[in-house]
């Protein structure tokens, strides 16, 4: 079945670092990508999505970009803040539905 | 600025109990979801429901049920609580699907 991997955390980085979370997803034709995160003790918010191949979602000086050729959704930023410190879910559509599949998250921390 | 509201945000309950996880939203969504995150896992989902009066079972239904009589309101029935269901519970709800709104959740214990 449709299934997603996420790389695991935590993941520790020092503020101004670059991030990647890595990102991988098996789906049965052309999925919908969408990064969603958790600050604490909060629900879970869209971070960025994209909805076909070579599309790049991006917001908050986060980036991803929809890589058919090897199914792969990784997550970017250029320089991380102590703000940025959260969990991050990788989502894709399962089978041609629109119902999502969550990765199991990455814990993010970075420090100042 | 409301969007999805859940109540209770923490409740312990006895083995055998049942209670009522509420959730409700003010953005006139059509789609409603029920997921459960357990610790270092992904959200796992429990129920759906794509409109007023229609319901369908996600990943993970068993122990669990809902009803959806208007728009706005999708609650979650636990019968017979049971250590299995001690999780943190998301609701959520969407215009169309795919991009959610999410509420802050409810920590439940099943002691």
């Known amino acids: ?112 | 600025n409301a969007g999805v509201t859940q109540t209770p945000k923490f409740r312990i309950l006895k083995i055998g109990q049942s209670m009522t996880l509420q959730c409700t939203q003010d953005m006139n969504h059509n789609y409603m979801y029920w997921y459960r995150q357990d610790p270092g896992m992904g959200l796992k989902l429990i129920y759906y429901s794509v409109g007023a009066g229609i319901t369908d079972k996600g990943e993970v239904p068993n122990g669990y049920n809902v009803s959806r009589s208007t728009t706005e309101d999708f609650p979650l029935r636990l019968e017979l609580a049971a250590p299995s269901q001690t999780s943190v519970y998301f609701c959520a709800s969407s215009p169309r699907g795919l991009e959610l709104f999410f509420g802050s959740g409810t920590q439940l214990s099943v002691l």
């Open chain 1, 1 to 112: 079945g449709d299934s997603v991997t996420q790389m695991e955390g935590p993941v520790t980085l020092s503020e101004e670092a670059f991030l990647t979370i890595n990102c991988t997803y098996t789906a049965t034709g052309y999925p919908s990508l969408f990064w969603y995160v958790q600050y604490p003790g909060e629900g879970l918010q869209l971070l960025l999505k994209a909805t076909k191949a070579d599309d790049k979602g991006s917001n908050k000086g986060f980036e991803a970009t929809y890589r058919k050729e090897t199914t792969s959704f990784h997550l970017e930023k250029g320089s991380v803040q102590v703000s940025d410190s959260a969990v991050y879910f990788c989502a894709p559509t399962q089978g041609g539905s629109e119902k999502l599949v969550f990765g199991k998250g990455t814990k993010l921390t970075v420090n100042p």
